[in-house]
């Protein structure tokens, strides 16, 4: 059982958007750390997609936008392309475990 | 940029010790502004962070409660690279594990290692 929950997966056709959510609690994301996003694609390791809750690295598609609004942060995608078919987790920090929490994946399929 | 290779054996009999490095090249292990991180990631028990070392004018280590009895991540400065030790491992230790490098004042990873996978069988 993560101690940050996601749903374990959503999926939507090409073109369309989804939404995906991220929920903590009062000693990780509602006591104020920032929720970071990242895309895994079968067989590889986690690629950093959002930082600091709606902050994209360079090379990141503006089809990727976060935030975060108490306990809960969300990532979406508009413009669903095939290749966005992958795991995503969202990352925070956890000061009653004094360590890193990483939600459990959702898996988006795109039909 | 930095870049992270790991190495080390993928099967580990129970009982006995996995060993891990992660070469760093890019940057310097004796950054005063990274800390170097071990995750690893299983079916059972998802994406999970074990813990880091860093240089602030001295060593530190942080790690997860979870496997705090059994772990130690040292620096090689002399090879730049970070090491990984897990005693005692059993079944339950099996996955894939993840170095990856956490700016100072960040509180994200980027970049990770290509990951190793480590089977616990006999």
């Known amino acids: 059982q993560s101690v940050v929950t996601q749903p374990p997966s959503v999926s939507g056709a090409p073109g369309q958007s989804v939404t995906i959510s991220c929920t903590g609690s009062?000693?990780?994301?509602?006591?104020?750390?920032?929720v970071h996003w990242y895309q895994q694609l079968p067989g590889t390791a986690p690629k950093l997609l959002i930082f600091?809750?709606?902050n994209r690295p360079s090379g990141v598609p503006d089809r990727f936008s976060g935030s975060k609004s108490g306990t809960s942060a969300s990532l979406a995608i508009t413009g669903l392309q095939t290749e966005d078919e992958a795991d995503y987790y969202c990352l925070s920090y956890d000061s009653s475990l004094s360590g890193w929490v990483f939600g459990g994946g959702t898996k988006l399929t795109v039909l | 940029q930095v870049q992270l290779q790991q190495s080390g054996p993928g099967l580990v009999k129970p009982s006995q010790t996995l060993s891990l490095t992660c070469g760093i090249s890019g940057d310097s292990v004796s950054s005063d502004s990274a800390g170097w991180n071990w995750i690893r990631q299983s079916p059972s028990r998802g994406l999970e962070w074990l813990g880091r070392t860093y240089y602030r004018s001295k060593w530190y280590n942080d790690y997860s409660v979870s496997v705090k009895s059994r772990i130690t991540i040292k620096p090689d400065t002399s090879k730049n690279q970070v090491s990984l030790q897990l005693n005692s491992v059993t079944p339950e230790d099996t996955a894939v594990y993840y170095c990856?490098?956490?700016?100072?004042?960040?509180?994200?990873?980027?970049?990770w290692g290509q990951g190793t996978l480590v089977t616990v069988s006999s």
């Open positions: 600091v809750n709606s």
């Open positions: 009062g000693s990780n994301i509602g006591a104020g750390y920032d």
């Open positions: 990856a490098r956490l700016n100072r004042g960040d509180y994200w990873f980027d970049p």
